[in-house]
C-alpha cells in the first residue's frame, strides 16, 4: 500500500513539474474558448466549468463563446415548431428568434452560476471569479440566398475589441453568446464558430480552442490527427463530404482565423475528461493543433542548405565557441542536421550524432543567428532534438561544450567524465580542446 502511494505521489510530482512550463508560457495570454449548447447541458459540464476556472486561476485571460442548439431546439418543440436549414444554413423566423433569445439567456445564466459556485468540498472552493456578458458583437443580416429570405440569421459584422480586453484586465471572464445586434436594434441568430473565430482575430488572441461533439478530428483510422496547416484543413473539407454541418462550419472559421491573424487553433473533443488540461498542460497534447502558415519552419537541411549553415557557424568557429567544419564534411553529414529556416533564411541549425550500442546520442553545432536569438528558438531546436533521440531509441543525449556549459545545466544536463562518451566519440575527443562533457538522461 505504501509503495503504491508513494508511486502515485512520484507521479503526481513528475507531472507537476513537467506542467510548469506550459504554466509559465500560458499566463497573461489571452485564450478564446468555444462550445456547443450540448456540452452545457451534459451531467459533466461542472467539471468543464472547474477546468475553465483553473485556467483563470492560473493567470490566462478567457473569453468563452457558447452555443445553444440543443436548447433552441427543444423550445421550438414546445411551440411545436423546427428550425429550418437550407444548404447547411439555418433560418431563423420570428419564433425561433424568440427561442434563441430564450435559449442564449438560460445558458448565460447557468454558465454564470456554476463559475459563481465557491463550495469549501468543491474544485471551485476559494474561486471569486466575476463574469461579463454584454453586446461585444455586431452583426449584419445574412439576408436572401438563392431565393431563401434566411431572416434573423446573421453574420458577424464587427467584433467591440476594446470592450472585452477592457473586461480582461479587470480579471474577469468574458461571456459572448451567439448574438449579434445591429445599430437599429435588431437581433441575429449566429454560429458560435464564427463569432469565436471573429473574437480571436479581433483580440490578437493567442489561442482559439474549439471543444467539439464526438471524438475530434480523426484520420480514417479513427486516430486524434495531431497537426495540421489550414490548408490541410480544406484539403480535408474537400474531400470528406458527409461531416456534420456543425464541424464544417468549425473547421470553416478555423482555417479563416489562422489565415488572418491566429496562430494556433486548437480541435478538442469535449467529451474527452480534462480534455483542456490535457492539450494545454502535457507535451503531446490531447486533440488537434491547427498553426497558421509557417513564415519560419524547423525542417531536415538538405544539401542546397551548406552555405547557409557554414555561414551561420562561421561567427562561432571564428570565436572557439564551436569546432571549424569543411564545407566536405558538412556534405557528408547534411541528413544529421535540422534547420530553422525564416523567409528562405537559415537562421538556427543543430546536429544529431546517434550511438545505438550505447543508446547515447550527441548534440552538436546547436546555433542561432545573433538576431534572433531572444524568441526561444534555441529550445525550440533543442526540444526538437531531444524528440528526435527518443524516437530513435535513445536513452540520453550528450554534448560537449567549452563556452556555454551554463546554458545546458539549465536545460536538466549534468556534467561527467570523458570516459562516459560512447566508445567511437571518444577516440574522437580533442584533449587540447579540454571540452566539458554534459549529459541528461531523456524520461
Not at 508511486?7 to 512550463?21: A, I, L, M, Y
Not at 485571460?61 to 447547411?88: S, W
Not at 458560435?192 to 484520420?219: F, R, W
Amino acid at each position: 500500500m505504501a509503495k503504491t502511494k508513494n508511486r502515485q505521489t512520484e507521479q503526481f510530482v513528475d507531472w507537476f513539474r513537467s506542467s510548469s512550463p506550459y504554466i509559465h508560457a500560458h499566463r497573461g495570454r489571452t485564450f478564446v474558448i468555444v462550445f456547443g449548447g450540448e456540452a452545457v447541458a451534459d451531467s459533466n459540464f461542472s467539471n468543464l466549468i472547474h477546468d475553465i476556472a483553473l485556467l483563470h486561476g492560473l493567470g490566462i485571460k478567457l473569453v468563452l463563446v457558447h452555443g445553444a442548439r440543443p436548447q433552441i431546439e427543444e423550445r421550438l418543440r414546445l411551440r411545436q415548431a423546427e428550425m429550418q436549414y437550407i444548404d447547411g444554413l439555418r433560418v431563423t423566423d420570428d419564433t425561433a428568434l424568440a427561442c434563441v433569445k430564450e435559449a442564449a439567456g438560460m445558458v448565460r445564466v447557468e454558465i454564470e452560476a456554476l463559475l459563481s459556485m465557491g463550495l469549501s468540498n468543491s474544485p471551485m472552493a476559494g474561486a471569486r471569479i466575476r463574469v461579463s456578458s454584454g453586446n461585444f458583437v455586431a452583426a449584419r443580416p445574412l439576408g436572401i440566398h438563392n431565393g431563401t429570405d434566411y431572416g434573423h440569421t446573421g453574420r458577424v459584422r464587427r467584433v467591440d475589441a476594446s470592450a472585452i480586453h477592457g473586461v480582461l484586465e479587470t480579471g474577469s471572464i468574458a461571456l459572448v453568446p451567439p448574438l449579434g445586434y445591429s445599430p437599429t436594434g435588431e437581433v441575429f441568430n449566429l454560429s458560435a464558430s464564427d463569432v469565436g473565430s471573429s473574437i480571436a482575430v479581433a483580440l490578437g488572441a493567442d489561442k482559439l480552442i474549439y471543444l467539439l461533439e464526438g471524438k475530434g478530428l480523426t484520420d480514417s483510422r479513427g486516430r486524434i490527427l495531431p497537426q495540421l496547416l489550414p490548408r490541410d484543413l480544406e484539403a480535408i473539407l474537400k474531400r470528406r463530404s458527409k461531416m456534420p454541418e456543425d464541424l464544417v462550419q468549425t473547421l470553416h472559421s478555423t482555417v479563416n482565423a489562422c489565415r488572418i491573424g491566429v496562430d494556433r487553433a486548437h480541435l478538442l473533443s469535449r467529451s474527452v475528461d480534462g480534455v483542456l488540461l490535457q492539450e494545454l498542460f502535457t507535451r503531446d497534447g490531447a486533440g488537434t493543433l491547427v498553426s497558421a502558415e509557417p513564415y519560419e519552419v524547423t525542417r531536415t537541411a538538405e544539401i542546397d542548405d551548406v552555405g547557409g549553415i557554414l555561414e551561420l557557424l562561421a561567427p562561432m568557429e571564428e570565436s572557439g565557441v564551436l569546432v571549424r567544419r569543411s564545407r566536405e564534411l558538412l556534405e557528408t553529414e547534411i541528413d544529421r542536421f535540422t534547420v530553422m529556416e525564416r523567409d528562405g533564411t537559415i537562421i538556427g541549425c543543430v546536429a544529431l550524432y546517434c550511438y545505438d550500442k550505447e543508446q547515447m546520442a550527441e548534440l552538436a553545432c546547436i546555433t542561432v543567428h545573433p538576431d534572433y536569438r531572444d524568441g526561444g528558438r534555441g529550445d525550440a531546436l533543442f526540444h526538437a532534438m531531444e524528440k528526435q533521440a527518443r524516437a530513435n531509441g535513445m536513452n540520453k543525449i550528450f554534448v560537449l561544450t567549452t563556452q556555454t556549459a551554463h546554458w545546458f545545466r539549465e536545460r536538466g544536463f549534468h556534467s561527467l567524465p570523458v570516459k562516459s562518451m560512447p566508445i567511437k566519440r571518444r577516440e574522437l575527443y580533442n584533449y587540447q580542446r579540454n571540452s566539458k562533457v554534459f549529459v541528461k538522461t531523456l524520461s
